[in-house]
């Protein structure tokens, strides 16, 4: 795993989330319209809280959308936790010229949704596999 760097800003948005929910925080992307989390495995529960309680607290607190992704050393559980409502049918990670790549199949039905508005989806995916697990790219097939 690569050494995840972590602005001041997303320092503090981790100590705000953390101290509103009582879930832990592994990283913390902070991007003009949203802020992406990486919970702790097993705690997205606590993240999201009793009809989305806690995640709601901290909407309106910081005033900008939140995505939470849970983490898993399984790179494949990862990816599959990282797309979120997308369905995956099979992630095949492969070695190809020194750089490390995961091949993910998604239905034609959620190629859209994978892929995201303007590529965030996509380019969610490829920046957290990079930053957790050295995946130096990720190809929707």
Do not use: W
Not at 42 to 63: L, P, Q
Not at 121 to 134: E, Y
């Amino acid at each position: 795993m690569s050494e995840i760097k972590l602005s001041t800003e997303g320092i503090r948005y981790i100590a705000l989330f953390e101290s509103a929910t009582g879930a832990g925080i592994k990283d913390c992307i902070v991007e003009d319209t949203r802020i992406i989390y990486v919970v702790n495995n097993g705690e997205m529960g606590a993240a999201i809280g009793t009809n989305g309680d806690h995640i709601n607290r901290v909407k309106r607190s910081i005033d900008k959308h939140i995505e939470l992704v849970e983490f898993s050393d399984d790179p494949e559980k990862f990816i599959m936790n990282a797309f979120g409502s997308v369905s995956v049918e099979s992630v095949n990670l492969v070695l190809k010229q020194n750089k490390r790549l995961a091949y993910v199949e998604v239905s034609d039905k959620d190629k859209g949704l994978a892929i995201g508005r303007e590529g965030n989806n996509i380019k969610k995916v490829k920046m957290l596999m990079q930053r957790h697990h050295d995946i130096d790219d990720v190809i929707l097939q």
